[in-house]
């Protein structure tokens, strides 16, 4: 009797358990709506690629649901906003690169099986972008350099929506710190061009 009830218990568990670890993976949008812009004093925003997205390996910038580029062109539009008051210059952003590279872990796996299969690979996010203020002739008044690398192991033993929800998630950590670094230098070093913020 005691032996059945146990059992009973020990089943009831396992199965309350393994439910409450399937989580949902749902892949959100990554978004600007609510972070605070800044005016400076420019007379346009201009958001220049100099990335070329490569489709080989090991670049997967092409099938995640959002790329770097992308991303960082919708936050400088959401985040650096332009009005002239002394300066009729520019404020440009430029895309130096903004990759995601997938290096499978074991050298038995080929880029085509990562995401096919349940291979366990490295993830490498790698943001260089330049943020100039130009005058009138197109002269850099001001600069800033942003650099933010980023790398985390995705093991074997996950599902392939459980992948591209952490490769998801890790831009979404990825643009965080981007826009933390951008922010603190731009007003270190724009202080004086800042109209608001």
Aim: glycine content about 2%; proline content about 1%.
């Amino acid at each position: 009797m005691y032996k059945k009830s146990y059992f009973i218990l020990l089943l009831t568990l396992y199965l309350f358990c393994g439910c409450a670890t399937n989580k949902n993976y749902l892949i959100q949008d990554i978004n600007f709506d609510n972070h605070k812009s800044f005016t400076i004093d420019a007379a346009r925003l201009i958001v220049e690629q100099e990335y070329n997205t490569n489709i080989s390996y090991p670049y997967i910038d092409h099938l995640v649901k959002q790329d770097l580029v992308s991303l960082v062109s919708s936050w400088s539009i959401a985040r650096l906003n332009t009005e002239t008051l002394n300066n009729i210059g520019n404020l440009k952003v430029i895309i130096n690169e903004a990759s995601i590279k997938a290096l499978p872990i074991s050298d038995n796996n080929k880029i085509e099986e990562l995401f096919m299969s349940n291979a366990a690979v490295n993830i490498e996010m790698k943001l260089d972008v330049n943020i100039d203020l130009l005058n009138e002739k197109g002269n850099r008044i001001s600069y800033v350099n942003i650099k933010v690398f980023k790398s985390q192991e995705l093991g074997g033993n996950i599902s392939l929506l459980e992948k591209d929800y952490k490769i998801q998630e890790m831009s979404r950590y990825m643009m965080t710190d981007f826009d933390s670094l951008a922010i603190n230098k731009i007003k270190e070093v724009f202080n004086k061009r800042i109209l608001s913020n």
